[in-house]
């Protein structure tokens, strides 16, 4: 998605986005990273003081039950974030809002030290935990992340991944 959506507005406004979304507006201008196609579009922010269940915005699509799904995001924090704050979720069919550990797949951010951030991956549905970035991350830089999430054929043995930069 190359959100050529109309800046100032919000997130939720616009078609296939949906449902909350109060602290998530389009801002003007976007993110580029080498070797990546830019898109043009604009950007994607999430408004400071954003508490767990206020930013949702689900996306509507059919149910995937097979397979591996890879999606990919360019991140810029422009402040430091406090504690292992819930960043976006891929929710079961039927799900709303942030789901923490009870969610297929959820992204975190966090702070590593007094300037240097980490993002994480949780494969909530299988009981995992946590997983951080092995990388502290500067505030301010950009940098490209792609997760996958792969459907195995047992009950519980779907799996996550997370790439930085690669």
Known sequence: DGFNYTPGTQLSSDTPWGGG?????????????PGLQDLGGNEVTLQSGIASGTAVVPFNASNITSGTIFFSFLLNPTTMPT????????????????????????????SQNATQYKLGIRHGLSGATYTPTTTALTVGSVNFFVVAYTFNPGVGDDTVSLWLNP
């Not at 507006?25 to 990273?33: C, F, K, R």
């Not at 069919?93 to 297929?104: D, R």
Request: net charge negative.
């Open 21 to 33: 979304g109060a602290n998530i507006t389009i801002g003007s201008g976007n993110l580029t990273s």
């Open 83 to 110: 504690g292992n704050n819930e960043l976006m979720d891929l929710l079961p069919s039927g799900a709303t809002g942030l789901q923490g550990s009870t969610a297929a797949l959820a992204i975190y951010v966090g």
